[in-house]
C-alpha cells in the first residue's frame, strides 16, 4: 500500500467523482480507478458504493476515511518535522579539535562573539591524531578543524593542500614536572644532555609532538628522554605529571592554575617553551552559507595585526 493511495482515497470522498478526484490527484481517470481498486483489494473492503450517485462510502469506507485523514496528517506533520530539522542541521558547522581545545579554548572564544557561529563539536575528533583531522576535512565528515600549529616551518606536517585557514591565538607548551619540598622540579631540563629524563610524552603522529621534536632538535644541550607513555590528550598527560612519573608539556591555558598553586612547576626557563598557534582550516571549496558567514567575520590574515601574546606568571 502506498501513501498516495490514501490521498487518492480522501480526494474521492471529497469530492463524490471519479473524474474531478483523478484530475485533482493529476492522474488519467483509469489510473485513479485502478489504485483505488487495488486499495479495496489491499483492505479487503468494499469502500465505495458505486451505485449512488453522487458516489458514497460505505460503512467500511467511512471508518477507513478516518485512518486514512489520520496517516496523512502525521506522515505530512512529520516531513516538515524532518525538514526543519534538515534546515537546522545545515546552518550547523561541525567543528574538529582535540580535546584540550575544546575544553580551555573554545569556550572562551566564543564567549566574545556578540551572536556566537552555530558550531557543534564533532566529539569523535578528541581521539584523532595529525593527518586524521584533515582527512576528515577531505571526506566531509566536518566543515572546521580548530588545531595547534608550529609558527614557523616543521617538517612532518600534515598537507594542507586545497585548505585555507585563519589564525584564532597563540599558546605555548610548557615543560612541567611536580615540585620537590623545597619547590624545585623534580625533572629539570637544566640538566644538561649528559642525563636521561623520563617523559610522559604525545603521541609520535600528532602535531603537538611534531612540534615539540622541531623545537627540541634546534636547542643545544636538550637531555636524553625516556618515554614512559604517549598520549593523544594532554589531560592524561597532565594527569601522570601530577603523579610524579616524568616531566611533560603541557598548554599554559590547561596548566595555568597548577603552576600558580604550585601543584606543578615549569622544569625548565623559557627556552625550552615550544609556542604554537591556534588555527581554524576549512575547505577551500565549501560554500555553506553558515561557513561563509563565519569566515568573512574572521580577522583576514592578510591584512597586519599584532599578535596578542599569552602573559607569563611573572609578567606585572
Same mark, same amino acid.
Given at each position: 500500500m502506498e501513501l498516495r493511495w490514501l490521498e487518492d482515497f480522501i480526494a474521492l470522498a471529497r469530492t463524490q467523482h471519479f473524474s474531478r478526484a483523478a484530475e485533482e490527484q493529476n492522474v488519467t481517470q483509469p489510473t485513479f480507478s485502478r489504485r483505488i481498486k487495488l486499495l479495496e483489494e489491499e483492505m479487503g473492503a468494499t469502500l465505495i458504493n458505486r451505485q449512488? &450517485?453522487?458516489?458514497? #462510502?460505505?460503512p467500511a469506507g467511512e471508518e477507513f476515511l478516518g485512518l486514512c485523514q489520520e496517516v496523512t496528517r502525521r506522515v505530512a506533520a512529520t516531513r516538515q518535522r524532518l525538514a526543519h530539522l534538515a534546515e537546522e542541521q545545515a546552518g550547523q558547522l561541525r567543528l574538529a579539535a582535540p580535546q584540550s581545545l575544546l575544553a580551555h579554548?573554545?569556550?572562551?572564544?566564543?564567549?566574545?562573539?556578540?551572536?556566537?557561529?552555530? #558550531?557543534?563539536?564533532y566529539l569523535r575528533a578528541t581521539g584523532w591524531l595529525a593527518g586524521d583531522f584533515f582527512e576528515a576535512l577531505a571526506r566531509d565528515e566536518c566543515d572546521l578543524?580548530?588545531?595547534?600549529? @608550529?609558527?614557523?616551518?616543521?617538517?612532518?606536517?600534515?598537507?594542507?593542500?586545497?585548505?585555507?585557514?585563519?589564525?584564532?591565538?597563540?599558546?605555548?607548551?610548557?615543560?612541567?614536572?611536580?615540585?620537590?619540598? *623545597?619547590? +624545585?622540579?623534580?625533572?629539570? &631540563?637544566?640538566?644538561?644532555?649528559?642525563?636521561t629524563l623520563p617523559l610522559i610524552a604525545y603521541h609520535p603522529r600528532g602535531l603537538i609532538d611534531l612540534a615539540l621534536r622541531s623545537h627540541l632538535d634546534a636547542l643545544p644541550g636538550a637531555p636524553r628522554f625516556r618515554v614512559l607513555h604517549e598520549s593523544i590528550q594532554s589531560g592524561n598527560i597532565r594527569e601522570l605529571v601530577g603523579l610524579g612519573y616524568g616531566l611533560g608539556w603541557l598548554p599554559e591555558r590547561t596548566v595555568r592554575g597548577d603552576l600558580a598553586t604550585g601543584r606543578l612547576?615549569? !622544569?625548565?626557563?623559557?627556552?625550552?617553551?615550544?609556542?604554537?598557534?591556534? +588555527? &581554524?582550516y576549512r575547505r577551500r571549496d565549501r560554500g555553506q552559507p553558515? #561557513?561563509? !558567514? #563565519?569566515?568573512?567575520? &574572521?580577522? *583576514?590574515?592578510? !591584512? @597586519?595585526?599584532?599578535p596578542t601574546p599569552i602573559p607569563s606568571p611573572e609578567s606585572p
Open positions: 449512488t &450517485l453522487p458516489l458514497s #462510502l460505505t579554548f573554545l569556550p572562551e572564544w566564543l564567549a566574545n562573539w556578540a551572536s556566537p557561529p552555530p #558550531l557543534t563539536p578543524v580548530l588545531c595547534y600549529w @608550529p609558527p614557523g616551518a616543521c617538517p612532518q606536517m600534515p598537507e594542507t593542500e586545497g585548505l585555507v585557514h585563519r589564525c584564532l591565538g597563540s599558546e605555548r607548551m610548557i615543560p612541567t614536572s611536580l615540585p620537590e619540598a *623545597d619547590g +624545585r622540579p623534580r625533572f629539570s &631540563l637544566e640538566a644538561g644532555a649528559r642525563f612547576v615549569r !622544569a625548565g626557563d623559557a627556552r625550552w617553551e615550544v609556542p604554537l598557534e591556534i +588555527r &581554524l553558515a #561557513l561563509e !558567514a #563565519l569566515w568573512e567575520a &574572521l580577522p *583576514d590574515p592578510a !591584512a @597586519p595585526r599584532r
